[in-house]
């Protein structure tokens, strides 16, 4: 069990017989009254944000969570498909869940597969990824660094980003994984 005392953003805690993982805490103790935790909660079946309040003290069932190496192989319309990379074994994670971060992941990546109660979950991805524009507009002359304005681009994982100007098809670009955003070019 693990008491509200104990949350810290990134656990997985089961409230009425759904998993969250904790994205934010926040332990309010008012003038008056009794103290009270006040938490954004992320559903694991689904993505979903929700704002919850406990009392201070409240227990939940902790979720054991592993995180495995793997390679992704590829993607159908219902299932994301991965194989570890020790024993050569293959499984299928239901790609709903995980369309968020696959948009930033090539077949043959290696990610990390987070478990929880030996059951498959999500992807754990670096901060940031590395992609190939694949299409955009051409830049125009007199599109520099320090001119405003963006335009949308398609990166090699079908992915739609928006980056500035003077990015071209063929430029490798840094991107933020958490919001999607245009970091640097490579």
Same mark, same amino acid.
């Given at each position: 069990?693990?008491?509200?005392?104990?949350?810290?953003?990134?656990?997985?805690i089961?409230?009425?017989?759904t998993?969250?993982?904790?994205?934010?805490f926040?332990?309010?103790?008012?003038?008056k009254?009794?103290?009270?935790?006040?938490?954004?909660?992320?559903?694991?079946?689904?993505?979903?944000?929700?704002?919850?309040?406990?009392?201070?003290?409240?227990?939940?069932? @902790?979720v054991?969570?592993?995180?495995?190496?793997?390679?992704?192989?590829? $993607?159908? !319309?219902a #299932?994301?498909? *991965? &194989? %570890?990379?020790?024993?050569?074994?293959?499984?299928?994670?239901? @790609?709903?869940?995980?369309?968020?971060?696959?948009?930033?992941?090539?077949? $043959?990546d !290696?990610? #990390?597969?987070? *478990? &929880? %109660?030996?059951?498959?979950?999500?992807?754990?991805?670096?901060?940031?990824?590395?992609?190939?524009?694949?299409?955009?507009?051409?830049?125009?002359?007199?599109?520099?660094?320090?001119?405003?304005?963006?335009?949308?681009?398609?990166v090699?994982?079908?992915?739609?980003?928006?980056?500035?100007?003077?990015?071209?098809?063929?430029?490798?670009?840094?991107?933020q994984?958490?919001?999607?955003?245009?970091?640097s070019?490579?």
């Amino acid at each position: 069990m693990i008491s509200t005392n104990q949350l810290k953003n990134g656990n997985h805690i089961e409230v009425d017989g759904t998993i969250f993982k904790v994205v934010e805490f926040q332990h309010v103790k008012p003038g008056k009254g009794p103290a009270f935790v006040r938490t954004k909660l992320r559903r694991t079946t689904d993505g979903n944000v929700i704002d919850k309040t406990f009392r201070a003290g409240e227990k939940f069932r @902790a979720v054991r969570t592993e995180a495995r190496k793997m390679q992704y192989l590829y $993607s159908d !319309e219902a #299932d994301a498909h *991965f &194989m %570890d990379t020790e024993s050569y074994e293959q499984m299928a994670v239901p @790609a709903g869940a995980l369309a968020d971060t696959l948009r930033w992941t090539k077949p $043959s990546d !290696e990610v #990390d597969v987070v *478990f &929880m %109660d030996g059951q498959p979950s999500s992807i754990q991805l670096p901060s940031s990824v590395e992609l190939e524009v694949t299409e955009t507009e051409p830049g125009l002359r007199g599109d520099t660094a320090s001119g405003g304005g963006n335009k949308p681009a398609t990166v090699e994982t079908g992915a739609t980003i928006q980056v500035p100007l003077f990015v071209n098809i063929g430029d490798r670009v840094k991107i933020q994984t958490e919001t999607g955003e245009y970091m640097s070019r490579v």
